[in-house]
């Protein structure tokens, strides 16, 4: 506590020792009014703020720190601490660091809400939060534990489960989706990208296992999302699958593509089977809408079945089960198929 105190008001004399270089004044206060501005606050500017609760001024340029919320009507030039809330009604230049929300009209700063990030103006740098991270436009980065949104993003996006842009120049990485108007590089599951491609695939690999694929992307990325049936086994015949892929090569009508998949084979009982496949499947268009793919595939197989291992008679590599170990094997393979796209 003692250390604390000496670091306040260190900080707090730094600033005090600055003033003739900066606008405003040191600003103490318990909440407001009761504060060393009083019923003023809302018409000062800082050059330092520290509330025990919460502070209201018109502007700052230095720290500003309260256990509670921070509220700025105007723009804020330096660091923001607040255990709850920051407030900004323009721009931020600095960065905002809260418990749980970040509220600010945009500028050249980083915010990290334990929570959510709202700009409502363009901004440069970036937002990292719990759960969301919302702008209308952003040069930098959004990070969320669930949901970013944006208008415009120059640079990227990574969320848990969704991120939701118009245009973006960089990357989009979600847990399962993204959305955008235009999007070369988007990593989930799903991409609904309104110039890109999506299509729905039907193929079969060296297991018999057949699939009925949804895939969805950009230009050049896309996400895979599949169920299917074995039709060579007789307990583990329900299938499934997801993955990423890239159009490595493309010279229409022919185009390359390759993709990284994990599938399973399952009998909603106790036996597993996953597979892990390198797919390289060279493509040509036949019309505007079909597609006919086939390549080779590299598989790397775990299964605690005797079934889920006598699905391939070679393998590259076998290691046989120790203990409670699964046996795992790798071997080559095929898929071939047919898409049609919408």
């Not at 970040?102 to 500028?107: R, W």
């Not at 990574?158 to 960089?170: E, P, Q, V």
């Amino acid at each position: 506590m003692k250390r604390f105190i000496t670091s306040i008001l260190l900080l707090a004399g730094l600033n005090a020792a600055a003033q003739k270089q900066l606008p405003g004044k040191v600003h103490f206060g318990l909440v407001y009014p009761v504060s060393t501005n009083g019923t003023h606050a809302a018409q000062d500017t800082n050059s330092f703020s520290l509330n025990l609760l919460g502070g209201l001024s018109a502007a700052e340029r230095g720290s500003v720190i309260a256990g509670l919320s921070n509220v700025v009507i105007y723009d804020v030039k330096g660091p923001m601490i607040a255990g709850f809330s920051n407030h900004v009604g323009k721009t931020v230049d600095g960065a905002l660091f809260s418990g749980f929300l970040n509220t600010y009209g945009g500028g050249h700063n980083t915010a990290v809400g334990g929570f959510a990030n709202v700009a409502s103006a363009p901004l440069k740098g970036a937002q990292f939060a719990g759960f969301a991270n919302i702008a209308k436009e952003v040069r930098g980065l959004q990070v969320a534990g669930f949901i970013n949104t944006a208008k415009d993003v120059k640079g990227s996006q990574f969320s848990g489960f969704i991120n939701i842009a118009k245009k973006i120049k960089g990357a989009q990485i979600a847990g399962f989706i993204n959305i955008a108007d235009s999007s070369d590089f988007p990593i989930g599951i799903i991409n609904i990208i309104k110039n890109g491609e999506k299509s729905m695939g039907l193929s079969i690999d060296e297991n018999q296992t057949t699939m009925l694929s949804f895939r969805s992307g950009g230009r050049i990325l896309y996400g895979i999302l599949g169920l299917g049936y074995n039709f060579k086994n007789d307990d583990a015949v329900f299938a499934a699958e997801a993955g990423l892929g890239a159009h490595l090569l493309n010279f229409h009508p022919f185009r390359l593509n390759t993709e990284l998949v994990a599938s399973s084979l399952f009998d909603f009982k106790r036996g597993d089977y996953f597979k892990s496949s390198l797919r390289v499947m060279p493509a040509i268009k036949l019309g505007q809408y079909l597609e006919v793919f086939g390549g080779p595939s590299l598989n790397f197989v775990t299964t605690n079945t005797l079934e889920g291992e006598k699905l391939r008679k070679k393998y590259i590599e076998t290691w046989e089960p120790r203990w409670d170990e699964d046996f795992k094997g790798l071997y080559f393979g095929y898929t071939a198929g047919i898409t049609f796209s919408f």
